[in-house]
């Protein structure tokens, strides 16, 4: 199969040609066809299999077949990703395939000035990729309407779920027409995510490529089991083992990320963090550094789980492993992209069993231990208020971070009769209504 066999126009063809694009993958084989037919889509595929182009192809052929101008404030095609770096990602692809074309291509995100993004928004967009929260932030302003958008795209829909944008979704499927065409792509499926497929999916048809939570299959994986104090000298022998090639450190704290940042760098390593709290030019800059090799170490939290797309990531390193399982198909989808072989290595400490457990869960597999003693057991029992990885976001934290910087999370007490409830669950609901806007 090759992209000229699915029935895309000769121009969308020459950019592909361009880039050295000719064979589609499987959920491109699949996905395109069916959106070219006007269906519904609900698309499950691994991180790194060219969910972008699956979407991205069928709109802007639609699009161009059409020939028609953008109106003020209107954009015909909308798409919504959770974090700032995939958005940013979608729309360097969508412009690439666009080069030349009439079709504008705008983005819509937190970290930058709202008034200029109003101000570019007067003139329209032919497709407009944003994240939820600048969205809903334009859309209050009246700076965009979307009464006119034929197409709409849920991008990574189940992280969306996970940092609390399900109340948004909704705000923003009300404003949408009832006859209009809904793609859905996701690397996992929640339960959650039925909910929102009945709400925004018409009859739509199931394009399932992997099952839910499969990790690539070029990623070695393997787990050390280290006590917490031994963490970073361990990550810092791993890291010296290949000082020239690119590798992706995860932590689950902004503070974590910095204090970890700086003893690597200690360590004589060039590095960088990436985190809710960097502006969007420092987390602009340190992606681009990483790209082009003059940092060799990026240390990032879930924030760029879903943002980074760059071939040459060899190694991810699981500082601390993720509160929610899922994540961890996000994390080490980093590294084996573009057909290219990676290594993915968890640090576990024993009271991290529990998370390691339902990882293991989720990929439907023991990962390999590479070094330290497994120990029995799921590790001590944890506090479950607020959820396990959702909700308890404060005012400028960033995605993916379920709790403030190194706070555990608080526990219910024990109530009786007449006992007080505790009011830990009204912060907790007050922190996830203004997470929706600063996590984008």
Not at 54 to 67: R, V
Not at 283 to 305: I, P, S
Not at 402 to 431: E, F, I, L, T, W
Request: glycine letters at 10%; hydrophobic letters at 35%.
């Amino acid at each position: 199969m090759n992209f000229e066999k699915l029935g895309l126009r000769p121009a969308l063809l020459d950019r592909l040609a361009e880039q050295n694009l000719t064979d589609p993958t499987p959920i491109q084989t699949r996905a395109i066809p069916e959106a070219l037919q006007g269906r519904d889509v609900l698309g499950l595929a691994q991180t790194g299999t060219g969910k972008t182009l699956a979407f991205g192809l069928p709109i802007a052929d639609k699009l161009l077949g059409q020939n028609i101008k953008c109106e003020p404030k209107t954009t015909r095609a909308l798409i919504l990703a959770p974090t700032r770096e995939l958005a940013k990602q979608i729309t360097d692809n969508l412009q690439l395939i666009l080069k030349n074309a009439h079709l504008r291509v705008g983005l819509v995100v937190g970290g930058a000035s709202i008034n200029a993004q109003q101000q570019r928004l007067l003139r329209g967009a032919h497709i407009l990729v944003a994240t939820p929260g600048r969205l809903i932030d334009l859309l209050d302003r009246n700076a965009i309407t979307l009464a006119k958008t034929d197409y709409l795209v849920l991008d990574e829909a189940d992280q969306m779920l996970d940092l609390g944008f399900i109340h948004a979704l909704r705000k923003i499927a009300k404003m949408l027409p009832a006859q209009r065409q809904t793609l859905l792509f996701s690397a996992t499926m929640p339960k959650l995510m039925d909910e929102i497929a009945a709400s925004f999916l018409t009859d739509p048809v199931r394009i399932e490529v992997t099952p839910p939570g499969k990790t690539a299959d070029k990623v070695d994986q393997s787990v050390v089991f280290v006590n917490p104090n031994d963490k970073p000298a361990a990550l810092i022998d791993l890291l010296d083992g290949h000082r020239d090639e690119l590798a992706l450190v995860f932590t689950r704290t902004k503070h974590g990320a910095d204090k970890l940042a700086k003893k690597i760098d200690q360590a004589g390593f060039a590095v960088s963090a990436i985190h809710g709290n960097k502006s969007q030019g420092q987390r602009n800059r340190a992606l681009t550094e990483f790209k082009e090799g003059k940092v060799r170490v990026l240390v990032a939290t879930d924030v760029a789980a879903r943002g980074i797309d760059i071939p040459d990531v060899r190694h991810v390193y699981n500082f601390e492993l993720p509160n929610v399982a899922d994540n961890y198909v996000h994390r080490i989808g980093r590294t084996a992209r573009a057909g290219k072989d990676g290594r993915a290595v968890s640090l576990c400490a024993p009271e991290e069993m529990g998370e390691l457990h339902d990882i293991e869960k989720v990929i439907g597999q023991q990962i390999v231990t590479a070094g330290g003693t497994r120990p029995e057991g799921r590790g001590p029992a944890k506090p479950k208020s607020g959820g396990r990885g959702r909700g308890g976001r404060g005012r400028g934290q960033g995605q993916g971070q379920g709790q403030r910087q190194g706070q555990p999370k608080a526990q219910a007490k024990p109530q009786g009769n007449g006992a007080a409830k505790p009011k830990s669950g009204n912060r907790n609901r007050r922190r996830r209504s203004g997470g929706q806007r600063s996590a984008a």
